[in-house]
């Protein structure tokens, strides 16, 4: 079922980001975390791919492994930069064979030392979301529809693109190419989200858009956000709460699960399309939000998508 539907049907959305885990033991950590996150039944999960193509086969691995649970139903992230076509279709015909409904469309980076790419490979996000669309009206998925295809969304920014006009014709551009889902980067600042919506909108851009949330848990968590999402801000009041207690770990991560749990009680009232949480393989704070909100079997509750 394509991921709009899902929120045509249930009104929103309530999901969540994993990454393949890059060793033994932390496969096992992870997967003695999964049934925690399968108790609060997400919309869907989706799972995130390496610079170039470099996590590909752990990416594989786990979306096989989630696919085959039966209750967290995955949606891959595919990037398109260092890939050639033939690696992109065949891909998107492993990812069909085995009933994958949704892609994440991405331009993603290319690997260190790398230039990003050659001529005639792919160079951004809606050259891939074209290709999808082309792989999907040739009938070469199982649903009559092909794969749903969902993009990134940058409400504050995106580094490389300074003129914001400029990056919203970008946007326009995926979604002109198929596009039917957006998924944002993470935010602290809802006003800046819903402006940038309204901004969305002014440009003719009218699909589904899921808000990105990441609960703040430690110091060096928000630092490491600082670094992965540039450009995000970070709001004084919310620096000055963590500033309060930065000697102390846990205090630190109860005001960030506060503020990630505001932030979604104020976005779901002012009628978000879906909650995207950005875990880190790490259930707690997700499961604590989840909770506080009541949307642990309200949410995503219907049967998981395929």
């Excluded at 990056?167 to 819903?194: C, E, P, S, W």
Aim: a neutral charge; one cysteine or more; proline letters at 5%.
């Amino acid at each position: 079922m394509h991921i709009a539907d899902v929120i045509a049907r249930d009104g929103m959305t309530a999901s969540f980001e994993f990454f393949p885990p890059k060793t033994d033991e932390a496969w096992d950590a992870f997967a003695a975390s999964v049934h925690e996150f399968e108790s609060l039944h997400p919309s869907f999960v989706s799972v995130t791919y390496g610079a170039g193509g470099s996590t590909r086969d752990r990416t594989d691995a786990l979306v096989a492994k989630l696919q085959s649970s039966g209750s967290l139903r995955p949606v891959p992230h595919l990037t398109c930069v260092g890939h050639t076509e033939a690696e992109i279709d065949g891909i998107l015909a492993g990812y069909a064979a085995r009933g994958v409904s949704n892609i994440l469309a991405l331009r993603g980076d290319a690997p260190r030392g790398a230039s990003g790419g050659e001529p005639g490979h792919f160079r951004h996000a809606a050259d891939l979301v074209r290709a999808v669309r082309s792989f999907n009206e040739a009938g070469r998925h199982p649903h009559v529809r092909g794969f749903g295809i969902g993009v990134a969304g940058f409400p504050e920014g995106h580094p490389e693109t300074p003129n914001t006009l400029v990056q919203m014709d970008h946007l326009r551009a995926k979604v002109a190419a198929g596009a039917d889902f957006i998924i944002t980067q993470l935010f602290f600042d809802n006003d800046a989200f819903f402006d940038w919506r309204d901004r969305c909108t002014l440009a003719g851009i009218t699909v589904p858009v899921i808000a990105g949330l990441m609960p703040i848990t430690s110091i060096a968590g928000l630092k490491r956000m600082a670094e992965l999402a540039a450009g995000t801000r970070f709001p004084a009041s919310l620096l000055r709460s963590i500033k309060r207690c930065e000697d102390s770990p846990e205090d630190v991560a109860n005001v960030g699960i506060h503020w990630a749990t505001e932030q979604a009680r104020d976005l779901m009232d002012r009628g978000v399309a879906g909650i995207h949480f950005y875990t880190l393989n790490r259930s707690d704070a997700t499961r604590r939000i989840y909770r506080t909100l009541g949307l642990q079997g309200r949410v995503g509750a219907q049967p998981a998508i395929r």
